[in-house]
């Protein structure tokens, strides 16, 4: 039967349950717990037992905190997918939403999801669905409400002249 793994010696049973006291995560006070009870002289079986788990997950938790310390028991976040559209083409996606789109060259006059996400598989040949195209104009900052598009001949004061000036007809008494 091969030899229990050793548990690095900086760290005595009353300080692994101080540590446990203070931690915020449940599963590493758990951790926490069943080390501190293996540095106390109970057998790896019931200290696997304290801290719920079989003694294999034990052991893999000593190796943990052998490398890393307290901070090792800590379960650690999955990095997640990469990202299709890289940091890059994000700025470059940014200056031309900035900018905006030509009408003679594009053919519309505002961008939408659905404008961005054809301009997008045009140049990097990355197919994105229009709700992530969504994310990632949020994400770079830009509003899902864009200002009312103005024709390129409209006069400058044609709007406010429009716009009712009379006063309120109800009044508060």
């Known amino acids: 039967m091969a030899a229990a793994v050793k548990i690095r010696e900086d760290y005595s049973a009353e300080a692994l349950r101080r540590l446990a006291v203070k931690a915020k995560d449940a599963n ?5 717990l069943a080390l501190a009870a293996v540095r106390a002289g109970k ?12 003694r294999q997950t ?24 990469k990202p299709k559209l890289p940091a890059e083409q994000k700025a470059a996606l940014a200056r031309i939403v900035e900018t905006g789109p030509d009408p003679e060259k594009d053919g519309i006059v505002r961008w939408r999801c659905a404008d961005l996400q054809r301009l997008i598989k045009e140049r ?5 669905s ?21 024709h390129p001949k409209q006069e400058e004061g ?3 002249a429009f716009k009712k000036t009379s006063a309120l007809a ?4």
């Open 58 to 81: 034990l052991r893999d938790w000593v190796h943990a905190f052998n490398e890393r310390g307290p901070g090792g028991l800590l379960n650690g976040k999955a990095p997640g997918p």
């Open 28 to 32: 590493q006070v758990r951790r926490l």
């Open 124 to 128: 990097w040949d990355i197919e994105l």
């Open 130 to 150: 229009e709700v992530s195209i969504g994310r990632i104009l949020k994400e770079l900052g830009f509003s899902h409400i864009s200002p009312r598009p103005r």
């Open 158 to 160: 044609a709007i406010e």
């Open 43 to 54: 057998s790896r079986e019931q200290a696997a037992c304290i801290g719920g788990m079989d």
């Open 170 to 173: 109800w009044k508060r008494r």
